[in-house]
């Protein structure tokens, strides 16, 4: 799992992503709310399902394309040198 500093440095380095730029967003915008809420009626807020659910199929798209992303560039990379 990549540390928060790891995550963001990706954007300074030339590997934007769009799946990366979603997950940023989804996270700032949920807890952003819920923060926001909790502290405008002073007391810890729920947080729905539905945004739960959604959050975690962001990161599982994020986490299954890393992996496949890595092993088609090992791939790649096996054949380059086998040639």
Not at 11 to 20: D, E, L, N, P, V
Not at 56 to 80: F, H, M, P, R
């Amino acid at each position: 799992m990549e540390t928060f500093t790891t995550f963001l440095a990706g954007f300074f380095k030339g590997k934007q992503s769009m799946t990366r730029l979603c997950l940023l967003i989804a996270t700032l915008s949920i807890f952003g709310t819920w923060s926001y809420t909790s502290i405008d009626k002073k007391e810890l807020q729920p947080i729905s399902k539905d945004l739960i659910m959604a959050y975690g199929l962001i990161v599982a798209g994020k986490t299954s394309q890393a992996y496949v992303e890595k092993k088609y560039n090992e791939k790649l990379n096996s054949t380059e040198i086998a040639k």
